[in-house]
């Protein structure tokens, strides 16, 4: 007869137990192999009601150290203006960039006045893209926000969605004139510090302005706890970081982007996967950070950042992230 300290009493516990972790774990375990379909992929993180229940590296700098993190650079850039307006660094967004960057260039077009923040937020300033075939062009100018002013109008202010990295570069350009520090600083002080992340210093453009919208780093786990922060309405360990109606604007959407039919609000894409309402930054080679409020998930995705990509690849991504979701959404 087995006494309840017998071993093979203590080694039935210990089965069970390890049956009831497998068991736990199984609503994951396909997940790994429809990522490492990727071929890009460097680093997998997803977080379930905020504990990490996926944490996969294949290569590249693992999940503690930053990454290139390319355009999703323009989703943290916008949670640095939310917290500009609420401590009055900025006014509100209706705002003319104008009466922040000062008079446009004498050739810009006469419609460059009524751009507002909101606007340069969404990617609707109306003014032709900067980025694709030409962003060389704009990168190589000796002033890049004069470049971006005096593009021609391709759009009215405020109409269609025109993907272009000059757009949140303005928001940098208005930052950066709020005179509180530089936009590195700002990300430092007001995201960085109060979330306890790392974000180094990334490069800057002839006048010394941060880069706005491209070229920060940040860890996996830093995006994860970035993502966490807009998924509990910008609140961190009981500090509003980020204004809860800062959350709700940034995923309301403004426009509609023409190459992947999603919606865009500021810094984020909003989508729906597997049912569930979803938002996103992403970045150039399979850079991603999906949050999907309904089921608890928050996933970090980093990739590959140097050409080339090859068209299509987000959408192999938005599929492994459905895929999360609805394992997200049986196991709760």
Known sequence: MLTA???????????LAAAQ????????????????????????LVLHDGEPVVEHVRRGPGLDRPAPIKSLSKTVLSAVAGAAIERGRLPSVETRLTELLGAPPDEADPAVADITLAH?????????????RYYGAWVQSDDWV???????MADAP?????YSTGSTHLVAAALAAAGEGSVH???RRWLGEPLGITVPDW?????GIHFGGNQMALSPRALARFGELYRNRGRHDGVQVVPEDWVAASWTAYGTSPWSGDDYGYGWFITELAGERAYYGR?????????????????????DPNPPSRGGYFERIKRVAAEAVRRAGSHR
């Open 283 to 303: 970045g150039y080679g399979g850079q991603a950070l999906i949050v999907v409020p309904a089921v608890g998930m928050t996933l970090v995705m980093t990739s």
């Open 120 to 132: 340069a937020l969404s990617l609707r300033t109306g003014l032709r893209s900067t980025s694709g």
């Open 203 to 207: 490069m800057t453009d002839p006048q």
């Open 21 to 44: 972790v497998r068991a736990d774990a199984e609503p994951w375990s396909g997940l790994l192999e429809r990522a490492d379909s990727l071929p890009r992929l460097h680093a997998l």
């Open 5 to 15: 300290m017998s071993p093979r009493w203590i080694l039935l516990l210990f089965l």
């Open 146 to 152: 004069r470049h971006i002013l005096t593009r021609p």
């Open 158 to 162: 405020g109409g269609a969605m025109i």
């Open 185 to 187: 600083d700002l990300t």
